[in-house]
């Protein structure tokens, strides 16, 4: 059996109106066409399902029963398509954004208040998690979406990818250290020194280590800090030699230009450094592979991505190619 969701669309137009003409109407079709479609659907099912005079146009009982379950059918996928279509336009709801906990306390924040201030209907909520929890609770569907830092390209077979800023790594001590008097450092320069750098929970470990690979002796150990606070303090203290992703001209920006900043400025006054050959940790979001965002989701991403916009991008493009005379020292304090 051929019935198509038209002819019983207008089958249920002409039942409720009694009318051939103003079904017709309703459909921008001439009588003609709305004629044959009835005709054309009782022949399908085989019963005739109006009396048509010259004048009046009625169900037969046939008809009648018919159009009380096909127009009872027909309302409610009408209202399901409303539904979805509502739900599709919605930007209310609750998202969950997963974090790792030096983004947490820095840029995420930022990013969620501009998703506050756009919807106001939109709750987000923040999991602060080691950056490994994050992969994993966005794979299995227990964030919307997480941010990480890595560097790229950064690879994954269950998650999508979408790069926002970049940040170099960079040298951070005291101006007595005596590499504070270089103009430009070369990871061989640090191999020797103790370093203290975040741990694993901030994603950066991996790009200092893989950095740092056949240059540095097995006997130095690498100490990891969970905040940048405290790399910061002991290489304020001469503990060792800080290495940390630093948005070298965040010591100048302004309060608008502290929000493209993912990674803080270290407190107190230290020299920063950018490290050459420069390896960048790039602040991305991920989502799961080949699965649509909630709709309340996709809008909170994309307020994400507008916030790492309005000209960071340009300033990484323009760091990595300035000269080594640029990258002198940045008294933070």
Known sequence: MNVSLQQLKVF????????????????GLTQSAVSRCVRDLEEVIELKLFDRTTRHVELTLAGSGFERRIGRLLDEIDMAIAEGREAHQSHSGVVLVASNPVLSSTWVPAAMARCAAAFPSLTLQLQDLPQTAVV???????????????????????????????????????AFHP??????????DIAGESL??????????????RALA?????????????????????????????????????????????????????????????LHPVVNVTTMLVRR?????????????????????????????????????????????
């Open 179 to 188: 590499l504070a008097q270089h103009g430009a450092l070369q990871w061989a």
């Open 12 to 27: 249920v137009a002409v039942a409720r109106s009694r009318s051939f003409t103003r079904a017709a109407h309703e459909f």
């Open 214 to 274: 056949g240059l540095r002796a097995q006997a130095r150990p690498l100490q990891e800090i969970a905040h940048v606070a405290g790399v910061a303090r002991m290489a304020q203290l001469g503990l060792g030699v800080g290495v940390l992703p630093v948005c070298v001209d965040g010591a100048q920006a302004s309060d608008a230009d502290d929000a493209a900043c993912h990674w803080p400025v270290p407190s107190g006054s230290l020299v920063v450094r950018v």
């Open 136 to 174: 994993r609770a966005v794979e299995q569907g227990e964030a919307d979406f997480g941010v990480i830092a890595e560097t790229v390209p950064f690879a994954s077979g269950n998650l999508d990818v979408q790069p926002l800023a970049a940040t170099p790594l960079c040298a951070v001590m005291p």
């Open 196 to 209: 203290v750098t975040l741990n694993r929970d901030a994603g950066c470990t991996g790009a200092v280590t």
């Open 289 to 333: 592979r080949n699965r649509s965002l909630r709709p309340c989701a996709q809008v909170a991403w994309a307020q994400f991505v507008a916030q790492a916009t309005g000209g960071e991008q340009s300033r990484v493009a323009t760091r990595e190619s300035t000269s080594v005379e640029s990258y002198a020292s940045v008294d933070v304090g």
